[in-house]
């Protein structure tokens, strides 16, 4: 089991032979999870033994548990552990190459001095050429201040880097577009707006990742004013984009309208409410939030003015209560909480062919093999398990949309059009209950997002350059 789609690892073993076999360092290796599918003898001896012996694991926590006990296992010293993750990550993951080679000094006076200065002048006279005269035209910016990273929390500018750089590869995988990591050494709202406003100038679109709620809101609130170039926080609405195109594939499969959906959000933070948001854009017809302290409702003030927003903009009934006092009756539940909240029982109360979307990660709210005979469809954050809402499926097609057009913003009828672009690309012959999403690599997503969002971006406004093909 563990070497169907797991990890590999390769442990770097010094044995002393006369206190330990390789028969015992295999044992306690097959004991703890892992296959050994590889051994190479770095050295032989006759009383020291050091080989390479690579183990392929189920999950991460396996190769914390192996490479402990080959610490402390006598007679064996653990002399490196190397794994294909770390090995890809050596060096980081991006690097940038001129477009066009250097081979002379004519090369060089045009690409630098004295040959650049005209197209200097030529930007400086008609600041709009930065578009189609520098690295701006198909440039985004990933800024993080590490706050909020996955699942790891507040871990820090630095910690955050392989994030973004991964976020970067994907921008380029799939769309084409060079994205540049930008960790900022600083949690100071105030400081991380300016700091954006003042490296603008270098880019197409900002994509703001892994800062925490509630100060993501107002960073991105203030650069959407202050600046002219499209400012999208991913893990708000990115995750709300690719939500929604689920979820009008399930609501499809079991033939219910939207406008008739009740349906509950658990855990207001940033993606909680950028679900919501594109859920009253989008018509659905009620909505109840709840959170650590209860259903939102407007006959309580919160602290938290986001809260505040949200209960003058849900629950029409007043419902008041818990989780289980939301749930009841209800057609949709979308969890973006914690692991464990959502009981079966509460599934059993819903309405008649549920719709379940368990988001936590890395543990669902309730994991789906608790729920399979009760809920219609399921879907979670995890790729272990079928409909996994995953926002790789939004960011690559959506900026790639804005840039082509210069759309001064994102709008909410962009995000709509990007919903529907990511749902129509499973078709009613492919729609079932464990595919209402389609896949990362499904080839034509980012095309029909691209065409879609384009087409929003026009009619909103919004586009400061049309496509020759939407002319």
């Not at 190769?63 to 296992?73: G, Y």
């Not at 996955?150 to 590869?169: C, D, F, T, Y």
Request: aromatic letters at 4%; charged letters at 25%.
């Amino acid at each position: 089991m563990a070497g169907l789609g797991g990890k590999s690892i390769i442990l770097r073993l010094e044995m002393n032979l006369q206190e330990t076999t390789f028969g015992k360092v295999a044992s306690r290796i097959g004991e703890l999870g892992g296959d050994i599918v590889a051994i190479d003898v770095i050295q032989a001896g006759r009383e020291v033994s050091v080989r390479d012996v690579t183990v392929t694991v189920g999950d991460s926590l396996q190769i914390e548990r192996i490479t402990e006990a080959m610490r402390n296992l006598q007679g064996v010293k653990l002399i490196n552990v190397s794994d294909r993750t770390f090995l890809l990550h050596l060096g980081g993951k991006i690097e940038t190459r001129p477009k066009t080679p250097i081979q002379n000094r004519d090369d060089l006076s045009r690409v630098y001095t004295p040959d650049v200065a005209r197209v200097c002048l030529a930007i400086k006279d008609e600041p709009r050429k930065a578009f189609t005269l520098t690295i701006k035209r198909n440039t985004v910016a990933v800024v993080s201040d590490g706050s909020a990273v996955l699942g790891l929390g507040n871990i820090g500018p630095e910690a955050a880097m392989p994030v973004m750089e991964g976020k970067a590869m994907l921008f380029k995988q799939f769309a084409d577009v060079d994205a540049f990591p930008i960790c900022l050494n600083t949690q100071d709202t105030d400081e991380i707006v300016r700091t954006v406003k003042a490296i603008a100038p270098a880019f197409g679109g900002i994509n703001l990742e892994d800062i925490s709620s509630p100060r993501c809101f107002e960073i991105e609130e203030r650069l959407r004013r202050e600046l002219d170039i499209p400012v999208f926080h991913d893990d708000q609405h990115g995750t709300a984009v690719v939500l929604f195109a689920g979820l009008l594939n399930a609501l499809r499969l079991v033939g219910k309208p939207l406008s008739q959906v009740r349906a509950v959000v658990c855990g207001i933070g940033a993606a909680g409410v950028a679900c919501s948001k594109i859920l009253l854009a989008g018509g659905i017809g009620e909505l109840i939030g709840v959170d650590r302290e209860g259903i939102l409702h407007r006959g309580r003030r919160y602290a938290n003015e986001m809260w505040n927003w949200y209960a003058a903009h849900t629950n029409p009934r007043g419902v008041t209560g818990g989780l289980r006092e939301a749930v009841e009756g209800a057609d949709v539940f979308i969890g973006l909480s914690a692991g464990g909240l959502l009981k079966r029982e509460h599934v059993a109360a819903m309405a008649d062919r549920p719709i379940v979307f368990a988001m936590a990660n890395p543990t669902p709210e309730i994991a789906p093999e608790e729920i399979e005979d009760l809920a219609a469809v399921i879907a979670t954050g995890r790729s272990d398990y079928p409909n996994q809402i995953n926002n790789v499926l939004c960011f690559p097609g959506i900026f790639r949309a804005a840039l082509d057009c210069r759309s001064s913003q994102i709008t909410e009828e962009m995000k709509l059009a990007a919903s529907r672009a990511i749902a129509s690309t499973v078709s009613d012959g492919e729609l079932n209950e464990h595919y209402i999403i389609p896949s990362v690599f499904h080839s034509q997503v980012v095309a029909r997002i691209r065409e879609e969002v384009v087409a929003a971006a026009i009619s909103s406004g919004v586009a400061r350059r049309i496509p020759r093909e939407f002319r």
